[in-house]
């Protein structure tokens, strides 16, 4: 199951702490920030079922990418092979 990069928001110090005690959300930097019109946000790590399960208690949930997906487009990125090595050893001949 895909799991994206999300923004949480309450207007409750308390359910914004409940977060982790009672609901497990992988919290990121474990920075509560208070935005616009008094609201509590965090930034998570959580999946589908996850963000349902959380809007359902009244959480608002501002989904970003999913990062699994953006992780593989970022290893491809990574070169292959010992970049300090001047001629590389080919197979055998």
């Given at each position: 199951m895909a799991r994206y990069r999300?923004?949480?928001?309450?207007a409750d110090k308390e359910a914004?702490?409940?977060l982790v005690r009672k609901h497990g959300v992988t919290v990121l930097d474990h920075g509560l920030r208070i935005r616009e019109g008094a609201l509590f946000s965090?930034?998570?790590?959580v999946d589908q079922?996850?963000?349902g399960r959380l809007e359902s208690f009244g959480y608002a949930v501002e989904q970003h990418?999913?990062?699994d997906k953006a992780g593989r487009?970022?290893?491809?990125?990574v070169g292959r092979g010992n970049r300090y090595v001047?001629?590389?050893?080919?197979g055998k001949e």
């Open positions: 999300v923004t949480i928001s309450t914004a702490l409940d965090v930034d998570a790590i079922a996850d963000i990418e999913d990062i487009e970022r290893q491809r990125e001047k001629d590389p050893p080919r």
